[in-house]
């Protein structure tokens, strides 16, 4: 009976994987015309108008009170602090790399799941872990030596390892939200949230559409509409029928996603260096998941 659902919360994680690497390729395009904070506001009210949209022809409402504490702080933190470190952050580094970094988010989740959430730390999801730091710690050593673009790409890695921990903080405090709201009305609010804290930047976004290319708005809007809108509902949807941690590392195919994106679209491919780097944080999840799969031959009742 559990078969069906976790075969529908691995395709729900599937579509999150795949929007959440264009992102960041779509996020480096737009960041060319508009400042971090104005991307931000631009980028969650076309998410919160599309959402909002859905909840009302689906007739949900309000969330119950029980799940406002998670909706307000995933909101700040995911919704707002997230987004707008990571447009900053992404133009100081490529995208590739802006993926690898913000992908010690799922250590993150792990550990403040085990802690907040109660959930367990197997032997392998740690030692998989282990193995992702390391290729994020690569990762940060690449952008590090020397040059004269050194200090604004140590400065790119500081901001995505910031992002990567208001992604975490964010995760973990709305996996007790869908205990009580669905994932439309969690990822709704959640995402209004946001746009309400980013608000001081509307001056800017009306100052900088208004000169902006077509092409750098029409991001901006797709980043609200599909990763926005579409991607953080699926993630919701599946977080909710397992671990934080769990979903967390399904994360981990991100910067293999994008580096490829950003090779097709922006042309831009990291060193060998960083790359290696985000193949040990590939490595890691396959050490990671590892153990679930095991669990799966013996079971399928933890998988949901």
Known sequence: MQKQPSRLALAAAGVTVVLWASAFVSIRSAGAAYSPGALALGRLLAGALVLGTVLLVRREGLPPRAAWPGIVTSGLLWFGVYMVVLNWGE????????AMVVNIGPILIALLGARFLKESLPPRLLAGMAVSFAGAVTVGLSMSGG???????????????LAAVAYAGGVVAQK??????SALQVTTFGCLVGAVACLPFAGQLVEEAGRAPLSATLNMV????????????TWAYALARTTAGRMGATTYAVPALVVVLAWVFLGELPGVLTLAGGALCLAGVAV??????????AGTAEST
Request: aromatic share 6%; charged share 10%.
């Open 147 to 161: 040059g004269p673009g050194a200090h604004a790409s140590v400065l790119g890695v500081v901001l995505c390892l």
């Open 288 to 297: 990671s998941r590892s153990r679930a799969r095991a669990s799966v031959t």
């Open 91 to 98: 133009q100081e580094v490529d995208a590739g790399t802006a």
């Open 222 to 233: 797709y980043l609200g509409v599909f990763p926005t809108a579409l991607a953080f509902t």
């Open 176 to 181: 007790p939200a869908l205990a009580h709201g």
